[in-house]
């Protein structure tokens, strides 16, 4: 079946912007996760939601990162007025019911100038 | 809250050769160990994972092995290949609901 893809993949924006991030996750899975991942590192946690419930935002860096799933399917990350240290890769994953397995979409990669 | 160490940061081996890298963790609440392994400007693939009542799982030329009292798991690629050079990132988490804590990443390089 279909994997979990996002849109844009590619998305440069000049400071101070507002920008949308979507993911839409593998059917039926119920965990969405939102993760950054900066150049030559790995994944940093942002948020995480169970069906439509945001039940941690603690790795949102700021008041200006905002994450929604309003229908438990298709989740947007919103950065408002965007700086440079935002620009990083921003990788969703959906997790299946059970241990904890967690699939990647590609990403959209986030360059602020 | 949960730390993840991975070692070692770059790793070298000639093709044919087995690699090993290794991973230690602090929350003995994690009961939940992938592996992941990402080409330059690809998504993270899961490879393999492991769950904490298990000690050994194996797929293929890879395989994962997992100490609970140690609190480290490793992970063993035998017989390595060209198409093995990635990024590889050891996580761990306490379950399904619950984020994934990250490695900082080994770069495997397979010599030909």
């Known amino acids: 079946g279909a994997g979990v893809s996002q849109s844009p993949r590619y998305k440069v924006a000049k400071r101070g912007q507002d920008v949308a991030l979507r993911c839409d996750p593998i059917?039926?899975?119920?965990?969405l996760f939102w993760y950054q991942q900066a150049l030559g590192q790995g994944p940093e946690f942002l948020t995480y939601f169970q069906n439509e419930a945001q039940l941690d935002k603690s790795g949102l860096p700021s008041d200006r990162f905002f994450a929604e799933r309003p229908e438990g399917s298709v989740s947007t990350l919103k950065i408002q007025r965007t700086q440079q240290e935002d620009s990083a890769v921003y990788l969703c994953?959906?997790?299946?019911?059970?241990?904890?397995?967690?699939?990647f979409g590609p990403g959209t990669r986030l360059t602020v100038l | 809250g949960e730390n993840v160490e991975q070692h070692p940061s770059t790793l070298s081996v000639q093709e044919g050769d087995s690699a090993v890298i290794k991973c230690t963790y602090s929350d003995s609440a994690s009961n939940y160990f992938p592996w992941y392994k990402q080409e330059l400007g690809k998504r993270p693939q899961l490879i393999i994972d492991i769950r904490s009542n298990v000690g050994e799982k194996k797929d293929q030329r890879i395989a994962v092995t997992l100490n609970k009292t140690a609190k480290h798991f490793s992970l063993h690629i035998t017989e390595t290949q060209p198409e093995d050079s990635a990024v590889y990132f050891c996580a761990a988490s306490r379950g399904s609901n619950y984020q994934l804590i990250w490695g900082a990443g080994t770069k495997l390089i397979i010599k030909p």
């Open positions: 059917s039926g899975h119920v965990s």
């Open positions: 994953a959906s997790g299946s019911p059970g241990p904890g397995t967690q699939y």
